[in-house]
Structures are given as structure tokens and as C-alpha cells.
């Protein structure tokens, strides 16, 4: 269905979603129509689901990342995912086998937040907080 040509496309979009079709070629060598039929194909094959960009969250005075393990203590799944999917500090949500039911990554100003959010966690179930100190990668 897809072959290393479009890897390459996908890992220079993955790197940057704002190269040209042109750059993008001229890297593959093919021609921006090849390369734009290409990317084209992949997204009506959901290999590309969406194109976004990424912030520097300090910069936005977002200096905070939690990563938050949470442990149900009842059946409330749809309600807490329905909770998850309207907090705007949650930036991912993964139900997750092992330690725990569920790991959300949140990033906002300030420790307040984060309790304000653990404090509402805590109808679903337990929690285990993880505090990001430096970002490697």
C-alpha cells in the first residue's frame, strides 16, 4: 500500500508539515505533482490523519507537564472519558493495561491546576502524579 518513498514523505511532514511540495521532491526526487499525489493518497488511506503544529509551552507560560496514572476504584469509564475529552489541559489520553487504567499527559501555568484537576480525578478513582522536570526529546 505504501512504499519507502512515502515514509520519507511522512518523515519529512512529521519533522516539518509546512515544507513545500517542492523541498519535499527535491529530496525524494520526484516532482511536487508526484509528491502531492502521493501525500493525497495517504491521507484517503488515513495513513495522514491530520496535519498540526507544536508549541513551546513555557513560551505560553504553560510551564507545568503532569503525567497522571489514574487507578478507577468504580465503572465510571464513559464519565471520566467524557471529563478527559473536555479538559483543555489534558493534551493526551491513553487507556493503558499494566499499572493503572489510564496515563493523561496535562500541561498548564501552575500546581493549583493540577490539584484542581487531581481533586476532580479523584470521583473516578486514585491517581500517581509525575512531574516532568526537563524535556529530552
Aim: charged share 20%.
Amino acid at each position: 500500500m505504501f512504499d519507502e518513498l512515502d515514509l520519507k514523505i511522512i518523515d519529512m511532514l512529521k519533522m516539518n508539515s509546512k515544507l513545500s511540495l517542492k523541498i519535499i521532491g527535491e529530496n525524494i526526487h520526484l516532482t511536487p505533482q508526484a509528491v502531492s499525489n502521493r501525500i493525497i493518497r495517504l491521507q484517503n488511506l488515513g495513513l495522514i490523519t491530520q496535519y498540526t503544529i507544536c508549541t513551546n509551552d513555557a513560551l505560553l507560560g504553560k510551564n507545568v507537564t503532569a503525567y497522571i496514572t489514574i487507578f478507577m476504584k468504580t465503572t465510571k469509564h464513559d464519565q471520566l472519558i467524557k471529563f478527559i475529552k473536555s479538559n483543555p489541559i489534558i493534551e493526551e489520553a491513553h487507556r493503558i493495561s499494566g499499572d493503572g487504567c489510564y496515563l493523561l499527559k496535562a500541561i498548564c501555568c501552575n500546581m493549583d491546576v493540577i490539584n484542581l484537576l487531581l481533586d476532580a480525578i479523584l470521583e473516578y478513582g486514585t491517581y500517581r502524579l509525575n512531574l516532568s522536570t526537563s524535556t529530552i526529546k
